[in-house]
Each structure stands twice: as structure tokens, then as C-alpha cells.
């Protein structure tokens, strides 16, 4: 690090010094070190040939040349010092100060952003890559809509025809048993015979015997001694014996006349024979409706229900019938009690 003979400071870029040919002595490039005026000064800077010599040299050595000392690093904080060819003063050139940091902040902010440049290449690659991923999903999420959209449409034709073949079948099943009417109440002897209690709800009813053409005792899980069933010959019949068993009120004794006391003032009922299907409809509409509907009963192969001996017969023919009819009994119940 130089320094100044003269003012014993630092010789820096923005200041340069002149060393004297003669002796080797370093002052500042400035009037009060060197006793140059701005004008001299700028001449000497820009001169190859001109030479300068200290006061102490002059006389000794005259042509001794002079040259100007500029270190490697600044050390001072002064201003930029250069020459003005055409008025000779010293002066700061801030345009050319301003373009050579202008010049060295752009490389290095090309050198520091060239990984992040690089980085966000990269990410803006796998952006698109994603977006692509993203689309491609998109179209096959809106195909495998579609096909369950197909699917679920199909699914509901389908219930709706498994609905339609079932309603169908239980009415061909129930048709079978149209001319078959059920007797409940009739207690399970030990020795029992069908043909003669046959005979005594013909002659209790005033029915034709001759018009029942097989008599059996169906077992049931929820009937312990089971129902009787009569076969008749004609639907029409069937209609008669049960129309006949709702005029003349039936106890087990006028059927079985050596029925046991316990047994013996039972009542005796007959209705239409119902298939499984019919029988779970019938009772699922019993306890699901009533008492919001005063008569529920099956007739030609589905349930009927009525509220009120005014009101028109409303028909459950599902399960799904009774669940709606249910849910619209408890809506209109709750609004009422509101």
C-alpha cells in the first residue's frame, strides 16, 4: 500500500500518484501534493512522453520522465478523478463510473441467477408435465362418468323390471291360490279330521260341502297349531264362504263340538289364502299404517288401505309403497301436532 510523500495518505484509483524519475518519491496527483495545476496534470495524464521531476529533482534532472502510480485495490472513499481533454480540469466522469458497476452488476447477477434460471426451467418443465397429467385425468374422470352414468340408468331399468317381474310373479302366484280360502283359529287336534270339519263349516256356513274339493293344515312358525286351507272348485265359491263367515260369527266349539273349555269359545276366522309374499306385504302395511288408515286388507293381489269409512282405497302393491305411504303419515301427523 503507497502512500504520499507529501501528506503521508494512501495513494488510491480515485486519486492516483506521480512518482518522480529522479529520486523515486510518490505524492498525490493533486496541486497541493505535486503543485501541478488541473490543467498540467490532465496533459501529463494523457501524455506518454511527458516526464515529471519533484521540486528537489528539477534542476538535477529535467528530462527525467514522470508516471503516474494507480494500485490494484482502492482503499479510500474519495471521488472518481480523470481528465477533461478539452478544458484540462480534473474532474469525476460519473457517467462512465455508472456504466462500468452497471457492467460488472449485470455479470454477476447473470452468474448468481444462472442456477435459479435453470431451477425455474426445470419446474416450469414439470409444471407442464402436470398440467398435461392433470388433463389427462380429467378426460378419463369425465369417461368413467359417463360410464356410470350408463351404469347407474341401466341399474335402475333393471330394478324397475326386477320390480315389475316380481309384482308379476306374486300375482300369478296369488292367482293360483284364489280359489283357496284359510281358516285361523281352529286348534290342532290329537286325531283330527279335516273332512269333518269340512262338513261343520259347510252346515255352520250353509255352504255346499261338495263345492270343497281338498282340505289341508298348513304349518306356520308364527301359528303354532297352523291354518287350515279349503280348495274350492270355483273362485266364486271362495268368495261366497268368506262372505259367509263375516255374517255368522264362528267359535271352535260349533266346528269342533268336543274342543276343550280353554278352546272352545274361540273365534273362528276365514279369509282369502295369501302367498308368503303377500302375507309379509299384508302385515308390513298393518303395523306400518295403522292407526293412520282404519282398514288394511289384500284384495286381487295387493294391499288396500282406507282411513275413514268415507275415504277412497288408497294401493300399496311393495314394500316401497308402504315405506312412501308411511312417510307421508308421519309428516302430515307431525304438522298436525305443530
Not at 177 to 185: A, P, T, Y
Request: glycine residues 2%.
Amino acid at each position: 500500500m503507497t502512500k504520499c510523500d507529501i501528506c503521508n495518505k494512501v495513494i488510491t484509483t480515485k486519486i492516483p500518484g506521480l512518482e518522480c524519475r529522479s529520486c523515486g518519491k510518490v505524492v498525490h496527483a493533486s496541486k497541493a501534493c505535486c503543485g501541478l495545476n488541473a490543467k498540467q496534470l490532465s496533459a501529463l495524464r494523457n501524455a506518454d512522453r511527458l516526464d515529471w521531476t519533484c521540486d528537489e529533482c528539477h534542476q538535477n534532472t529535467p528530462n527525467r520522465k514522470s508516471s503516474f502510480i494507480i494500485p490494484e485495490e482502492d482503499d479510500e472513499d474519495d471521488d472518481v478523478v480523470v481528465s477533461d481533454k478539452n478544458s484540462g480540469n480534473y474532474m469525476i466522469d460519473t457517467e462512465k463510473f455508472l456504466k462500468e458497476i452497471t457492467a460488472e452488476m449485470k455479470k454477476v447477477l447473470k452468474k448468481e441467477l444462472q442456477p435459479i434460471e435453470t431451477s425455474v426451467s426445470f419446474c416450469c418443465a414439470k409444471i407442464d408435465d402436470l398440467f398435461k397429467t392433470v388433463e389427462a385425468k380429467n378426460q378419463h374422470s369425465q369417461e368413467l362418468e359417463k360410464k356410470y352414468n350408463h351404469l347407474h340408468n341401466g341399474k335402475t331399468h333393471l330394478e324397475l323390471e326386477m320390480s315389475s317381474l316380481k309384482q308379476y310373479l306374486r300375482n300369478i302366484e296369488q292367482q293360483r291360490l284364489d280359489n283357496v280360502i284359510e281358516v285361523i283359529g281352529i286348534p290342532k287336534a290329537k286325531d283330527e279330521n279335516l273332512e269333518n270339519i269340512s262338513l261343520k263349516l259347510a252346515e255352520t256356513l250353509n255352504m255346499d260341502r261338495t263345492q270343497v274339493m281338498n282340505i289341508t293344515r298348513v304349518e306356520s312358525r308364527n301359528i303354532q297349531d297352523g291354518n287350515i286351507q279349503l280348495q274350492l272348485k270355483h273362485v266364486e265359491h271362495a268368495s261366497l264362504w268368506v262372505r259367509a263367515s263375516k255374517q255368522e260369527e264362528l267359535v271352535v266349539e260349533q266346528i269342533i263340538p268336543e274342543a276343550p273349555v280353554e278352546v272352545a269359545k274361540m273365534k273362528v276366522t276365514m279369509r282369502r289364502a295369501l302367498t308368503k309374499a303377500n302375507k309379509s306385504l299384508l302385515w308390513l302395511a298393518q303395523q306400518k299404517l295403522r292407526p293412520a288408515y282404519k282398514y288394511v286388507w289384500f284384495q286381487d293381489g295387493k294391499v288396500l288401505l282406507r282411513k275413514d269409512d268415507k275415504a277412497k282405497p288408497e294401493v300399496a302393491r311393495s314394500e316401497a309403497d308402504i315405506e312412501k305411504l308411511s312417510a307421508q303419515t308421519k309428516i302430515i301427523g307431525h304438522s298436525f301436532n305443530r
